[in-house]
Structure formats: C-alpha cells, structure tokens
C-alpha cells in the first residue's frame, strides 16, 4: 500500500489523468518520481503542466523520456527550462520537438547541454535554421561539438551567427568551422571572435575568409590570436590591408610563422608601420628575406 501510495502522482500520469487537482500541481511530484513517469506519460502532458515543470525535474528526465516531448509541447518550455535539460537527456530530443522550439527559449541551449543535439538535427537547415542560430546566447555556441560545426549547411551557419553570439567559440569548437562557412563572414561577424578562438584557426581556415572582412574583421584585441602556425594562412593582400593599430599588436612570436612569399609580398607601407615588439619576433632569416624593402634600424 506505501509503495502505491507513493507512485501515485505517476500512476495518474502514466494513465493521461490530465484533470482537476492534479494537472496544477505536476511541480510537486520529486524528481525521482518525475524519473519514473514513461515516455508515453511525458507525451500527454498538457502545455500548463510543461510550463508548471520545475528545472529539477527537467533535469531528472532521460533521453528515453525526453523522446516522449512532441512538437505541441516544446513551444511551451521557457529558456530557463531549456537549459535544465541535461545533454544526455536532449540526445534523445526528436527533430519534430526540436522545430518547434522557438526563439524565445531557444537561448536555453547551454554550453552544458548543446552537445546533446544530434547532428542529424544540425544538418537540415529546416531543422536548426539560422534564425535559431542567431537566437542563440555565445553561451550556447560555445557548446557546439566540431562533429555538430561541421555538420551544418555552411549558408545556414554563416548566416546565423551573430557578432555577439560567435564570441562563444573556443580554441577547439572553432576547428569545425569549415571554410566554406568562414568564406561567407562578415567583417562585424568576425570582430566577435575572441583572441582564443582565432589562436584555434588553422592557416587552412585563415585562407578561407573573405580577404576584405578579414582586413577589417581583425581587431586589436583578436588578433592577439594570430600564431606562427596560422599566420601562414594570411594572405599578404591582408597583411597589407590591416590597420596600423591592428599590426602593432600582431603577437611577436606570430611573425615569426611569416612565410616567405608572405615576406616577399609584404609592403613598405606594412612594414614601416611594424612597432619593435613585432620586429623582435622576426628571424635572421626573415630580415635578410625583407632586403632593402624598409629600414629596420
């Protein structure tokens, strides 16, 4: 009788019991009973009771459970629930629920959980469209797996990201970017990347972008980023173009990585306008590939 007594609240779900009392008081049952409640009970929820979810509940929920949510339902979670979902539990998130999420919640897609959606989900541009992309927090972006970057339409994910949310890319994630992604930039979008995302580039990926936004896209503070192993990627044209501000933070070590048919390539214009901080990094044989181009002295 203490055991009927005690799974009550999911015996009345398990059987659709979506009236009276009940119905207004789901945020009571714990979460261990809310671990217990099947799929097909999670289904019949109505939209008050996945309102009245608290985010220890959602948090308790299983992928298994979590495949129960129907497109009726998710419109209906606020972002704060959203991000209780653990990314275990959003593997099993099907891709009818996922479309219906809207823009208002779909900011809760966290760092902690948005590795949980599938790249299956990622890939169909009708699915994870770019207005979801742009609806996202740097939080969310910051999460993105590679596998899931590079799974993405580039078109899709060029045009979603935002100047303010692309700031959420690591060191790693920034690896699945694929450089037709990276050629569709704008230059305010690539102002947004931080220094430890652009440390993450590869010389590859730098030779993707367009070479106008990156000329203007690089920024004292980003380009901080630049190595000696992905500067190679950086065409001369771009070099050349940069700001005087923008080259004099150019990190010493990076200039080392010149190549040289960067060197080769490079103006006096640039390199008159290289501070000694940049001019330490250069190597004997970098100096004597610059020639007479500009006095060092």
Do not use: W
């Amino acid at each position: 009788m203490r055991k009927f007594i005690k799974y009550l609240p999911i015996i009345l779900a398990a059987s659709r019991l979506n009236s009276g009392s009940f119905e207004s008081q789901i945020h009571l049952l714990t979460t261990e009973q809310m671990a217990a409640i099947p799929s097909t009970a999670i289904s019949a929820l109505t939209s008050a009771q996945i309102k009245d979810l608290t985010t220890k509940q959602i948090a308790a929920l299983s992928s298994t459970q979590v495949s129960g949510l129907v497109a009726a339902q998710t419109p209906h979670l606020s972002s704060t629930q959203v991000s209780a979902f653990t990314s275990s539990a959003l593997q099993g998130l099907s891709s009818d629920a996922f479309i219906a999420l809207t823009t208002s919640n779909m900011p809760g897609l966290t760092a902690a959980n948005m590795a949980g959606i599938s790249t299956t989900i990622c890939s169909v541009t009708s699915h994870f469209t770019s207005g979801d992309i742009a609806a996202l927090s740097s939080g969310g972006v910051s999460g993105f797996t590679t596998e899931q970057l590079s799974s993405f339409v580039a078109a899709s994910l060029g045009a979603g990201l935002t100047s303010t949310n692309i700031a959420g890319f690591t060191s790693t994630n920034v690896k699945g970017l694929s450089t037709a992604v990276l050629t569709t930039l704008t230059s305010s979008q690539i102002n947004g990347f931080n220094s430890g995302a652009i440390s993450g580039l590869s010389s590859a990926q730098f030779a993707g972008f367009a070479t106008s936004a990156l000329v203007s896209g690089l920024t004292t503070a980003n380009v901080l980023g630049v190595n000696s192993i992905n500067i190679p990627g950086i065409s001369s044209a771009v070099l050349n173009g940069l700001k005087s501000s923008v080259i004099a933070k150019i990190p010493s070590a990076a200039m080392a990585g010149l190549s040289a048919a960067q060197l080769t390539d490079l103006t006096s214009a640039f390199l008159n306008r290289v501070t000694s901080a940049n001019i330490i990094g250069l190597t004997t044989d970098e100096i004597v590939t610059l020639g007479t181009k500009v006095s060092l002295i």
